[in-house]
């Protein structure tokens, strides 16, 4: 296999303006089949724009698009059918019934009446819905109308999913059950690229992981790539004036060198390099103590 069929999304020189504003500033990347890729940025980092530009959703300035092999320009219903896209906001009919929402999508995709049928049922179970069927979509938490999303969005059997910050406004557990949901489906051979502003998120879930600030890619790779990027060890002194410091080392034995200087009135931590700790560096984004990042309403009640 060449890079190019191994490459399920390969972006090069990708602008998109709003007006003077450059949402997306000459962005390249490759995503590879397989992977678990995460876009991690803070609030008008560009994600969206981007989920919605490489789903076809939305048009761009200047670069190319290239999904599944076909240019999403030149090419759109072959790069179309490749695709499965779970927006932001997610678009569901909140007075139908689960059953009826997914229907309605897979009539939509233009299947065939006993093809829709199976297909949904097949999804439903594979994903745990059949017992809601019935339901009115409003009826349901936010975690279950994500996971009737996910059958529309897998319905016409595409090979790559888009995810926009699939947890946010989630509960711990309903963001666990669509991580190990999210997990099985990779497993199962879906490639699927997500946008997040968790850490916790890209680093437990993701393959790999780029770093987005200002429509610009600032970092990529593999979580520990990452951080080690900024030096394996990290030193991390709290002191009287409740700063905490942050060092960073590529050796073991330089961090605790360098840990011995600090008297006992400090409290002294060597340990390994995280992805919060490369993304406080190259971002200078600063990060609550729940992990989330601080521009972001973290309950869920002011998330959107
Ligand atoms: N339709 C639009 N018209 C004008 N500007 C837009 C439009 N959509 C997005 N933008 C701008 O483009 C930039 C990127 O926005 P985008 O929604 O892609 O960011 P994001 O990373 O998804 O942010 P969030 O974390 O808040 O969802 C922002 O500055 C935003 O104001
Ligand atoms: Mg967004």
């Known amino acids: 296999m060449d890079m190019q069929d191994d490459c399920i999304i390969d972006v090069s020189g990708l602008v998109k303006r709003?007006?003077?504003k450059?949402?997306?500033d000459h962005v390249d990347m490759k995503v590879k089949r397989g992977e678990m890729y995460a876009f991690l940025?803070?609030?008008?980092?560009g994600k969206t724009t981007t989920v919605r530009v490489l789903s076809t959703l939305t048009g761009f300035d200047e670069g190319t698009v290239i999904i599944d092999g076909h240019d999403i320009v030149k090419e759109p219903r072959e790069a179309k059918a490749a695709i499965g896209v779970i927006q932001q906001h997610i678009s569901l009919?909140?007075?139908?019934?689960?059953?009826?929402?997914?229907?309605?999508h897979a009539m939509y995709q233009q299947m065939p009446k006993a093809e829709r049928i199976k297909k949904i049922d097949q999804l439903s179970e594979y994903i745990g819905l059949g017992d809601y069927y019935n339901f009115k979509v409003d009826k349901l938490s936010g975690g279950w109308k994500k996971r009737v999303a996910?059958?529309?969005?897998?319905?016409?059997s595409p090979k790559l999913l888009f995810l926009d910050e699939p947890t946010v406004g989630l509960d711990i557990q309903a963001r666990r059950g669509l991580w190990d949901l999210l997990r099985k489906l990779n497993n199962d051979g879906m490639t699927i690229f997500l946008t997040t502003h968790y850490i916790e998120e890209a680093e437990s879930l993701c393959t790999r992981?780029?770093?987005?600030?200002?429509?610009?890619?600032?970092?990529?790779?593999?979580?520990e790539d990452l951080a080690h990027k900024i030096g394996y060890f990290t030193v991390e002194s709290f002191g009287k004036d409740h700063n905490t410091q942050y060092a960073y080392f590529q050796t073991k034995a330089e961090a605790d060198e360098y840990a011995k200087q600090f008297d006992d009135t400090m409290t002294v931590t060597v340990r390994r390099t995280n992805l919060e700790d490369a993304f406080v560096e190259m971002t200078g984004n600063r990060i609550g103590d729940n992990g989330f990042m601080l521009q972001k309403a973290t309950n869920p009640k002011e998330a959107r």
Do not use: R, Y
């Open 22 to 24: 450059s949402a997306i």
């Open 93 to 104: 009919d909140k007075d139908l019934t689960v059953w009826e929402n997914m229907m309605a």
């Open 150 to 156: 996910i059958v529309c969005a897998l319905v016409h």
């Open 18 to 20: 709003f007006g003077e």
């Open 41 to 45: 940025g803070p609030n008008g980092a």
């Open 209 to 223: 992981v780029s770093f987005i600030e200002k429509g610009k890619i600032i970092a990529d790779g593999t979580p």
